[in-house]
């Protein structure tokens, strides 16, 4: 069975900085797709960035990068340039390669930006 | 817009009753997922539907029933053999078949409270 684990519950940032949110998670399988998942106080899950686990090249989306290490089955979250905005509750999520669409949950981080 | 709607907001349900939860979705998608958000343990799967008329537990279900008569609805009743239902609930779906598009879309969340 596949697990995730963010170990970091709360993490806090001043504005303008860089914050690093880590992700690990286990599974025997070799094709996957790794995600993150914003959700700030309104509790709408918004898609931040997500990865293919065949692809090498670590995503990016804006502000947003992940280091993925596939090795050592780590997925971390880097927000660069930190906004009030960020401030969200972050999800770490896996999903096998096939066709049931089933996500994998991480506890969550917290994250204060503050100004 | 396309979206996944989730209503009520906001439910109270009397100790030993049935309430049930809506979910309605206009993106076309065959899969769709209930999941159930707890403080601090991040999101666990009920249920979920690949097609009309089947649906599979996840790892919490007892306590919870589903139906999936049309593509569009996927409806949960937490029943009374739920013995601590007060929760968020967040419904979902997914492009599960888009292969390098695949991500989840979630509701706005239903709050669920025993009273």
């Known amino acids: 069975a596949q697990t995730v684990t963010q170990s970091q519950p709360e993490m806090s940032v001043q504005e303008a900085e860089t914050v690093t949110l880590s992700c690990t998670y286990d599974t025997s399988e070799s094709n996957y797709y790794l995600f993150w998942y914003k959700q700030p106080p309104s509790r709408q899950m918004i898609l931040v960035i997500r990865?293919?686990?065949?692809?090498?090249q670590n995503a990016t989306e804006n502000r947003f990068s992940v280091n993925f290490q596939k090795a050592a089955k780590s997925f971390s979250l880097k927000i660069s340039d930190s906004q009030l905005g960020d401030t969200a509750m972050y999800f770490c999520?896996?999903?096998?390669?096939?066709?049931?669409?089933?996500?994998?949950f991480g506890q969550g981080t917290t994250l204060q930006v503050k100004p | 817009d396309g979206g996944i709607t989730q209503s009520p907001k906001y439910l109270f349900r009397k100790e030993g009753q049935n309430v049930t939860l809506s979910c309605e979705q206009n993106l076309n998608h065959d899969a769709m997922y209930w999941y159930r958000q707890d403080p601090g343990q991040g999101l666990r799967l009920i249920y979920y539907s690949q097609i009309v008329n089947d649906f599979q537990k996840g790892d919490i279900a007892e306590g919870y029933s589903v139906s999936r008569e049309k593509k569009e609805s996927f409806p949960l009743t937490v029943t009374s053999a739920q013995k601590n239902p007060t929760a968020f609930y967040l419904c979902?779906?997914?492009?599960?078949?888009?292969?390098?598009?695949?991500?989840?879309?979630f509701g706005q969340g239903t709050r669920l409270t025993v009273v």
């Open positions: 999520a896996f999903m096998r390669y096939s066709n049931t669409g089933k996500l994998i």
């Open positions: 979902a779906s997914t492009n599960a078949h888009e292969g390098a598009d695949t991500e989840a879309f």
């Open positions: 990865q293919e686990a065949y692809k090498q």
